[in-house]
């Protein structure tokens, strides 16, 4: 069993809606959670990183992070075209070393 | 302020052969880690380097070394190169180990193909 679980996808949305993308693991050490986005032939992003149980929020993007239930979730409201790409969450012990998920790709039509 | 280089963007060899890839981390960070991401499978990790020495290693075989410089630059090599090694290569640079290795950004990645 992986230690990080994705929702595979993909996801397809029109313009203008939600998108919830969410995780499970099942390592209880892990202490930060990020999500990281990659566009085609791109190293992945930072978006967001969360260290407690709770929401962050960054503009468009709310992390939530649920670590009695080891789930988290990006959600992106008003989704735009430009969003259309591969989200990665990743999570660490703050060892060096990040466990990832293997990506939901979302594609947000115009 | 120029993100984290990875030379070279693509690399072809045949196997048996070896493959050195190359990683400049962001100018002040300290900590270089690296990933394969074969296609279809998610980012795996490889090694973390953080001033000249490494910190810890992914499960992947002892053919897969490297190093990092003083000037904190990095060093991937794989040896004895297997068909299965094909993948694109991410390294990753933080600013220091113990308080951001979460905030991790990342080069553009070399793609490494083995005939």
């Known amino acids: 069993q992986k230690e990080v679980e994705q929702d595979p996808g993909p996801l397809s949305v029109p313009e203008g809606a939600i998108v919830s993308l969410n995780c499970t693991y099942s390592?209880?050490?892990?202490?930060?959670f990020m999500w990281y986005r990659q566009y085609s032939r791109k190293g992945p992003e930072l978006l967001m990183y969360?260290?407690?149980?709770g929401n962050k929020e960054d503009g468009r993007f709310t992390a939530q992070v649920d670590k009695s239930s080891k789930y988290i979730s990006l959600f992106i409201r008003d989704s735009q075209p430009s969003d259309s790409a591969t989200y990665l969450c990743?999570?660490?012990?703050?060892?060096?070393?990040?466990?990832f998920g293997d990506g939901t790709t979302l594609t947000v039509k115009p | 302020e120029a993100g984290v280089t990875q030379s070279p963007t693509h690399l072809i060899k045949t196997r048996g052969q070896q493959a050195t890839l190359r990683c400049s981390p962001i100018s002040g960070h300290t900590s270089v880690y690296w990933y394969q991401q074969a296609l279809g499978l998610g980012l795996q990790f490889l090694l973390w380097?953080?001033?000249?020495?490494?910190?810890n290693r992914g499960n992947f075989p002892p053919r897969f070394s490297g190093r990092q410089f003083p000037n904190y630059s990095s060093e991937l090599n794989v040896n004895a190169l297997e068909l299965e090694d094909s993948a694109l290569y991410l390294c990753a640079s933080s600013f220091d180990r113990d308080s951001t290795s979460y905030e991790q950004y990342f080069g553009p990645g070399t793609r490494l193909t083995v005939t």
């Open positions: 390592n209880s050490a892990f202490q930060y």
């Open positions: 380097y953080d001033e000249g020495e490494e910190r």
């Open positions: 969360t260290y407690s149980s």
């Open positions: 990743a999570m660490t012990t703050n060892a060096g070393k990040s466990t």
